[in-house]
Each structure stands twice: as C-alpha cells, then as structure tokens.
C-alpha cells in the first residue's frame, strides 16, 4: 500500500524559509510526487509536480532525492499569506487506484 | 474558462431527504472526482468517472450515486440525507489520470444535514 507521511503541523516567522517534508512508501516507479495547497473554505489547489531531483516554479520548489522516498516543498520566504495547508497526496490501491489526501500540513506564518 | 463551478454554494438538508449538487467543466477533461471533507480532516474520494459514461466508486461511496452523461457533467446524488453526511463536498476535473496529473478543484458546497 503507497502511503506518505507529513508533519500535522508547522509554525514558521514572516520572510523565512519553509520546508514540509514527505516521505513517500512504496511509491511506484511511474508515479510523480505532486503537492496542494488548500486555504479555509476553498477547494485544495495545484501547486507543483515532480518526478525526481529538483523542480521549481514561480510558487516553490520540490526536492526529491534520487531514490524518491521523500520528497520537500520548500516555500521560500513565506508571508501570511501562505498559511495553509499542504497536501503530499499518496496513491491509494483501491480500485484503479486514485489520489488520496490525508490530513496534510497545518502552515501557520507569524508575523 | 470559468474552470470547475459547483451548485449550490450552500445547503441544508432534513434527515432523509435527497438532493443533487451539481458539477461542470469547461476544460474538456476527461478525469473528475467528487470528494467530501469533514471539519479538519482530509480529502476523502467518493466516486469519479474517466470520462462520459464511465463511473466507479472511490474510498466512501455508500450513500451516493453519479452519473456522467456528458463530458462536462458530473452530478452527485445524495439519497436519504443521514447527518454523517454533513460535510464539505468537493467536486474535482484532470485532463490526465490523478498520479500523473494536475487536478482542478472547484469551491465546495457546504451541506449539513439536520
């Protein structure tokens, strides 16, 4: 059963840097490592997308080592405005096997 | 695009009615998903369809029902409304299968059932 794992919850200061890590179990060979991000009373929303090594776009960037059993969404210098939550969703082995996401990442930003 | 919209934005439903909310996209996606999430918790999927005609049941599927007519439809019939099913009910559209690909959320419709 593919299964990921993240932190419940993350406090980080207004301008620094913020990792959320996520170790991927059994992920499959063809499976890609993709993150959410989903504010209160919103629907969760795409933010990045990987296979391995390092990707980055105008959001964050993805971190995944070489063996893919992890993988870090780094969020650099976060505002208030990057408060909440972050979803590494896993593949799940019901059916044709679909999406699932967990509880996420609760990212709370302080000013 | 208006991307994936979701009617109705709000719902309250008596214990053992049934109602439809209502799912579209314009993207011409193949791939979408009905989702419900309960206060502080995840996504869990209830039923999705890989495309029109085609539909299968996800991880919590009693108490629902889908059809897919058209490409660009995708209802979710509740029947006999039990408070259990007081949630937030996403409904979600991907041009590519959800491991490979990018999923499109709508804004949700909040039920509860009382």
């Known amino acids: 059963l593919a299964k990921t794992t993240q932190p419940i919850s993350m406090d980080s200061y207004e301008g620094q840097e913020v990792n959320i890590t996520c170790s991927h179990n059994?992920?499959?060979?063809?499976?890609?490592i993709t993150w959410y991000q989903q504010f209160p009373s919103q629907g969760p929303r795409f933010i990045i997308q990987?296979?391995?090594t390092k990707v980055t776009n105008e959001v964050a960037s993805l971190f995944i080592p070489a063996d893919r059993k992890s993988s870090t969404l780094s969020l650099p210098r976060v505002s208030l405005s990057d408060t909440a939550v972050y979803y590494c969703p896993r593949i799940s082995n019901f059916g044709n096997e679909k999406l699932t996401f967990g509880t996420g990442t609760r990212l709370t930003i302080i000013p | 695009n208006a991307g994936v919209t979701q009617t109705p934005k709000f719902r309250i439903l008596k214990i053992g009615q049934s109602m439809t909310l209502q799912c579209t996209q314009d993207m011409n996606h193949n791939y979408m998903y009905w989702y419900r999430q309960d206060p502080g918790m995840g996504l869990k999927l209830i039923y999705y369809s890989v495309g029109a005609g085609i539909t299968d049941k996800g991880e919590v599927p009693n108490g629902y029902n889908v059809s897919r007519s058209t490409t660009e439809d995708f209802p979710l019939r509740l029947e006999l409304a039990a408070p259990s099913q007081t949630s937030v009910y996403f409904c979600?559209?991907?041009?590519?299968?959800?491991?490979?690909?990018?999923?499109?959320f709508g804004p949700g419709t909040r039920l509860t059932v009382t």
């Open positions: 059994n992920i499959a060979t063809n499976d890609y």
């Open positions: 979600a559209s991907s041009l590519e299968p959800d491991d490979s690909g990018e999923q499109y």
């Open positions: 990987g296979y391995k």
